[in-house]
Each structure stands twice: as C-alpha cells, then as structure tokens.
C-alpha cells in the first residue's frame, strides 16, 4: 500500500529545510475546495456546460459574454465538517464548524460590432484549510521516541529524545512499545483570490475570453502530540545497560505556519447554438506560488517519580520556497430545451509538472518523486438544472468526481461530490441560490516513520457544505 505523507510536520521534527517539505506542500495549492459560489457548487464541475454568471471567472471566462445586464453577487458559506480517523483498527470522530464569504464580485457588460462582451472582477475563497480531528491507539510495536532517536539528527544536542533523557548519548531508547498514542490535530486557514477577467463574441455563435488571478493566503498546522506508558511497563531506570526507564509521559507540540502569495490566468472559447446548446473549453495557466513558512516545536516529558527535565524548545525556525502547479485543462457541454438543462464538465492537470523551486538540494528532489509517484488527475460531472414553470423556482443538482493525484491509494481516495441547491427569483432580476454539497475522501495519512509497524492511519473527510447567494442584475 503506498505510503502518503501528511505534510512537513508528521514525519520528522528537524530544524533543517531539507525536511520540512514534502509532495503534500505542493498539491494541497494545487486544487480548489471552495464553493465558489451557490450554483456553481449545486453544478459542480458541470457547471462548464453553462458557465453564464460571475462563477464563469473561475471557469471559463468566455462566458462572462452571456451575461446581458450588470451582475452583482454575494456569496456566503458555511460548513460543516466531520472528521473520522481509523489508527490501529481503533476509531475516533470529531466534527467543526466554519462560516465565511464565498465570493463577491461585479460584471459590467457592453456591446461591440461583432455582439456581446463584457469586463467582471470578484474575489472567491478558493480554498478552505480548516479541520481539526484526533486519533488515539496503544501501539504495541513501535513509538514515535524510538523513531526518531534511530532516524533523526545524528547531532546529540539537537535530538529532543537525547536532550529528554529519553535516548543515552548513542541515541538508543528502551521505550520501543507499548505506549499509548494520542494525537489532536488542528488545520486553519485558506487560499483566498481577486480574478478579472474580461471576453467578447467573435461570432454570433462563438466567444472567447481571458483572466487573471492573484491569490493569498495561509495555512496553519498544529498538532498536540502524546505518548503514555498506560501499561506502566517502564517502571525503574536502568543507569548502566539503559534496559529501562521509569517513564510516565511524552509530549510534542508543533507548529507550522505558512504564509501564501501567487498569480495565474485562464483562457477559454464557447461556442453556442441558440439557446438549445453550449460547448466550451479553457486552459488554466499554470500557478507561481511563493510559501513563506515559520515552524517551531516544544517538547517536554515526565517520569515516574514526578522529574520533568527541561523542555525542548529550539528557536522558531523560518524558511521559504516555491511551487509551480501544472495546467488545467477544461471542457463542458450543455442541452437546453423547455426549462431543462443537461450539462457535464471534464478537468484534467498532469500533476508530475508540479515542482518545487528556489529551495535547498533536499527540497528540490522531491521533484523526483513527484515524477515517480503522482499521476494525472481527472475531475468529471454531470448536472442538472430546471427551471419550474410559472413559478419562480429554479432547481438544480450535479455529482461529480475526481481522482487521486496518487498512482496507488486506499479504497475512497477519489474524492466525490453530491451536490442539491436551487433558486427563488425574488424579482425578475434578484435571485436568491441556496445549495447542499456533501463531500467524501480518504487518505493515508502518516503519524511517523512508514507502514511496517502500523504507523500510518486513515483519514476520512465528509464534510457538508451550505452556500448562500444573490445576484442582482440591473
């Protein structure tokens, strides 16, 4: 089973660079998990089929061409997030709330000898970082203490389980089963952007049009780490062959804190006949992103016998880098005939391209293993939409799904979307767009050290998002 890596944290706290980045660091900028806005969640990736209101910004900007009168939009969400984590067969559940402005944005059209055009800017929360969760199991094969001291720094005075009293001078620990493993975790943040874009018809059929975005953002991790001897079966100390220690409890807090700064585009083409039928297909640019990142770390631990020796606390350790994510490549089609709307939207990115730059030898050669491990990733949906008759509802429904950047993964690694909303025209020209969007996706996550001795534990998200929207055209 492959091996997924969490992120520069859950392996091995050093103060060195070259480890504390892995592949997670760049994939998780390279995807979008923002509701964008109420209907384009309700369509989801199908939503390229249609691709005629604000949302078209981040789509296909050659829709803004559709939209014949002023738009303003308002979006704002709300999620509910369920965490259940599976770690040695044992499991544990934790659920968290979020709310937050989705988008807000205006489009201006005008008219030019060869028909519509129009210019739009918004800003959209194009990622949200928040989770938190826990896991928890009496490992009866190894410990994170024992990982470290054989795997970590070789220098003494920088190995916390040495500095501990937990490891002698040769870095051997007796504390190699048995304890009782506790972990919380805590995921904050999120990837925000301001797009503008602008597009105009070549033909009555056809359109194209052009974007271009900036992105901030940051990402905050922390995870409060413990390992007990429940079992008290490290009861006295061994001074001379250090067969034992009369351990009680280890703890680990650490840190990251990441600040993020990027810039990318888009071009598309949509081509129409009537009203009964769309096409259209983008390219997205590829993504420059620049990580700004703080990491510090505090450990501490207690015997028996109630001696706490002086913790583990380093200086803040600050470093920086860059990542390049690949193009995305797009495409939807829609029918439209007596209120009803059929629509399916296709996303492919070759992740191999993603790459780290501007960064320690180390870093640069997970490039390597980008290669070697990722593969391409395909988003697909299908949707829905209707417009009731005489009424002033609209309904609408999608579900999509995308797979795992990963040549081999667990069972549920492709993530899925079912998507339910719909909308209530409070005037001829307000609309009121309400959606429910239930998400699900498995991951191998890694506590530390790799598989062989149960090291690893499961991940599974479903979160439930809720979005709120209105558009005033004018």
Do not use: C
Request: hydrophobic content about 35%; cysteine-free.
């Amino acid at each position: 089973m492959k091996k997924l890596l969490l992120m520069s944290l859950l392996v091995l706290i050093s103060l060195q660079a070259a480890k504390t980045q892995f592949i997670e660091d760049a994939l998780r900028f390279s995807s979008s998990n923002g509701l964008i806005s109420a209907r384009a969640a309700g369509l989801n990736i199908a939503y390229y089929g249609v691709s005629d209101d604000i949302s078209a910004l981040l789509f296909n900007p050659a829709g803004i061409s559709l939209i014949a009168k002023s738009e303003l939009a308002l979006g704002l969400g709300f999620t509910r997030n369920n965490s259940k984590t599976n770690y040695l067969g044992k499991t544990s559940e934790f659920s968290s709330n979020d709310a937050f402005i989705s988008s807000f944005g205006v489009v201006a059209p005008f008219t030019t000898k060869q028909g519509n055009a129009g210019v739009g800017i918004a800003y959209f929360q194009e990622n949200n970082f928040k989770d938190n969760y826990e896991y928890q199991a009496i490992n009866l094969k190894s410990t994170l203490i024992d990982y470290y001291s054989r795997n970590g720094t070789r220098k003494i005075q920088d190995n916390y389980t040495y500095h501990l009293w937990l490891a002698n001078e040769n870095l051997f620990t007796p504390l190699k089963d048995s304890l009782d493993q506790y972990a919380f975790v805590q995921e904050a943040g999120g990837l925000h952007n301001v797009t503008g874009g602008a597009a105009f018809d070549l033909t009555k059929e056809v359109s194209v049009g052009f974007s271009i975005t900036g992105k901030w953002g940051s990402y905050k991790y922390n995870r409060d780490y413990r390992e007990f001897d429940i079992f008290n079966k490290y009861n006295y100390f061994d001074s001379v062959g250090y067969t034992n220690l009369d351990f009680k409890q280890f703890n680990l807090r650490q840190n990251l804190n990441q600040k993020i700064a990027g810039i990318t585009g888009s071009i598309g083409i949509q081509a129409k006949i009537e009203d009964f039928f769309r096409f259209g297909a983008a390219i997205k640019f590829p993504t420059y992103y620049e990580i700004e990142e703080k990491f510090s770390v505090l450990a501490t631990a207690e015997f028996d016998n109630g001696w706490k020796p002086n913790p583990y606390d380093p200086d803040e350790f600050e470093n920086s880098y860059k990542v390049t994510t690949p193009f995305l490549y797009s495409a939807g089609l829609s029918l439209h005939t007596s209120g009803l709307t059929f629509m399916a939207g296709v996303e492919y990115s070759d992740v191999t391209q993603l790459e780290f730059s501007d960064a320690p030898k180390e870093v640069l050669d997970l490039n390597k293993q980008i290669v070697r491990e990722l593969v391409g990733q395909v988003n697909w949906g299908v949707g829905i939409e209707y417009d009731i008759p005489l009424t002033p509802f609209v309904v609408r429904g999608s579900f999509a799904s995308k797979t795992s950047p990963y040549s081999m993964d667990v069972a549920g690694a492709s993530k899925s979307y079912l998507s339910l909303g719909g909308g209530i025209y409070l005037a001829p020209n307000v609309r009121l767009d309400a959606v429910f969007q239930w998400t699900s996706l498995s991951q191998l996550r890694t506590n530390y050290g790799n598989s062989e001795n149960g090291e690893l534990y499961k991940l599974t998200n479903n979160p439930l998002n809720l979005g709120l929207n209105i558009t005033y055209r004018y």
